[in-house]
């Protein structure tokens, strides 16, 4: 897909600019030991404390096994605690320990910093536009869903909380329709990628999708194999191979595009033209700010790793 049909696609912007907040965030606070699903369960239990096992997992869109990994670890470390519903004895409760308020203000201070620079710029109408937008999606995604409610969260909506559930609510949809065409989220995000940058490395295609070296290289094998991707020779560097996708894959992704159009026309039509303009433009300059951040951060790295 060329950047400036992705760029114009809110639903992708909503699913990308989601994913590369929660990156930029993990790189934030990794000096603090905290995984994704650590910090976010932090998070939400602040803001919705007493939440049980299952409603976090929906919330969070996290299977059950790897939250009660997480529910375990920061319960040793004192900072959760987990109580049995009175009303349902089946049920556990779990609430922060008072362990965790120099942590939850790390982090907060953290995020508010990377909120700073991909929000330089925009005042507090423009930020209350985009949630307003977003409330809107939301709304139709839920008629459609089965979401955990809570009537609470409607006075404590944030552009990030909404921003991410409509992320989540997205991705089921997605997932759902890439599987009846016969491929995976993780395929579908690299061919993406591969598209908008036509001939990257596959260390920059890892890079890009936030996968390791070996995963990427097992994941290009299979988009090869189904005749989706090509490996072409480097003109400027025989040992190096170049990325980009086949007739094949090309056509493939017109129909998926066409076929997510099709999908999102009830989105489409509850937004209305304005909000449309507004996630559109908003969320672009998000995601741009983000991924040239990102940009620097790995040609830093690498610098660092060859001094």
């Known amino acids: 897909m060329p950047a400036h049909s992705f760029e114009q696609n809110w639903a992708l912007l909503v699913h990308d600019t989601s994913r590369l907040i929660r990156r930029r965030f993990d790189l934030a606070i990794k000096d603090l030991g905290l995984t994704q699903a650590k910090w976010r369960v932090l998070a939400t239990l602040h803001r919705s ?8 997992a929906e919330r969070l869109d996290i299977e059950k096994a790897p939250l009660g990994l997480a529910l375990e670890w920061l319960d040793q470390a004192g900072w959760i605690r987990r109580e049995t519903d009175r009303a349902d004895r089946r049920a556990r409760r779990v609430y922060l320990h008072e362990q965790s308020t120099p942590t939850l203000k790390a982090m907060e201070e953290r ?39 809570d ?10 909380s909404v921003l991410f559930e409509c992320a989540r609510l997205l991705i089921r949809r997605f997932d759902v329709r890439l599987g009846e065409m016969g491929f995976t989220r993780q395929q579908w995000l690299a061919l993406n990628t591969i598209e908008q940058r036509e001939g990257l490395r596959q260390s920059e295609l890892a890079e890009a999708t936030e996968v390791g070296a ?80 990102g940009l620097h951060t790995a040609e830093a790295r690498r610098a660092g790793a060859r001094t």
Do not use: C
Request: net charge positive; charged share 35%; glycine share 6%.
């Open 49 to 56: 404390p007493g939440l049980s096992q299952s409603e976090l």
């Open 111 to 149: 995020f508010r910093q990377v909120e700073g620079n991909y929000l330089r710029g925009f005042d507090e109408a423009e930020v209350a536009e985009l949630l307003d937008a977003l409330q809107a999606v939301r709304q139709t995604l839920r008629r459609s869903d089965t979401p955990v409610q």
């Open 151 to 160: 009537a609470s969260l409607a006075t404590t909506d944030t552009y990030l």
């Open 214 to 293: 070996a995963a990427a290289g097992k994941l290009i094998d299979a988009l090869e194999k189904s005749g989706w991707v090509e490996r072409r020779m480097d003109a400027t560097d025989r040992r190096a191979k170049r990325l980009h996708l086949s007739r094949r894959g090309r056509s493939m992704l017109s129909s998926t595009r066409e076929r997510f159009d099709r999908l999102h026309g009830d989105l489409d039509r509850a937004l209305g033209a304005e909000r449309h303009r507004i996630l559109v433009k908003r969320l672009g300059w998000i995601r741009h700010r983000l991924l040239e951040e």
